[in-house]
């Protein structure tokens, strides 16, 4: 067993999600493991923050078995991207980007009207930095019985965007971003400039030794 897949059923004990929805999250997991092992593994890291930041955020609605599910899941739509893109670890080109840009709305498209929550979820994550995607006038429409979880959605979403741009500061080895190797306050400096509205959060999740720069 490998640390990811260790790490993966430790938390699925903790939360106690079921047999049947073990094996839905794993079988979406092959298929991007197969892909890419990279993107596998930073699924799984950010899946398992993504609930501990639930539960230090303490949002209504919002559990830390919901932000599992939606970390190990939001970049499913990796699968569908050029697997030359998901090797790259320079020179990525504006057509590099615009290639990996639909990967929100292609996991949407997987997980829609199987995993609603964590569709609608996903597909919003990248709304958060300085050039959000997709854009929001193009983001799905929400059925109708989740029209009044809006604020939820999007709540989630923001936390999910705040594990997933951790985890890729702190273990991505390329220049996607054109920046160089960041010291541990560098990397702190970049990431409190970066989640600004979410300061306090930040700083309890130092606190606790969830973040750790």
Do not use: C
Request: net charge neutral; hydrophobic share 40%.
């Amino acid at each position: 067993m490998t640390p990811s897949e260790k790490l993966l059923d430790e938390v699925f004990e903790s939360e106690g999600v079921s047999r049947s929805h073990r094996d839905d999250i794993k079988a979406y997991l092959r298929i991007l493991r197969n892909r890419d092992q990279k993107t596998y593994e930073h699924s799984v890291r950010v899946g398992v923050l993504a609930s501990k930041i639930a539960l230090y955020a303490a949002k209504p609605g919002i559990s830390a078995r919901m932000l599992l599910w939606a970390g190990l899941l939001h970049d499913i739509g990796k699968a569908l991207v050029p697997p030359y893109i998901l090797d790259k670890t320079h020179d990525f080109t504006l057509g590099d980007r615009t290639a990996m840009e639909p990967h929100v709305q292609y996991g949407w498209d997987i997980l829609n009207q199987v995993h609603d929550w964590t569709a609608h979820i996903i597909v919003r994550h990248h709304q958060f930095g300085p050039k959000p995607y997709p854009a929001i006038n193009s983001l799905p429409r929400l059925p109708e019985h989740l029209q009044d979880k809006a604020e939820t959605i999007h709540a989630a979403a923001r936390l999910l965007a705040l594990a997933d741009y951790y985890d890729a500061m702190m273990s991505r080895n390329n220049d996607r971003d054109g920046q160089k190797t960041l010291t541990p306050k560098e990397r702190r400096t970049v990431f409190m400039r970066d989640n600004a509205d979410q300061k306090e959060l930040i700083e309890l999740l130092e606190s606790v030794v969830v973040l750790k720069f």
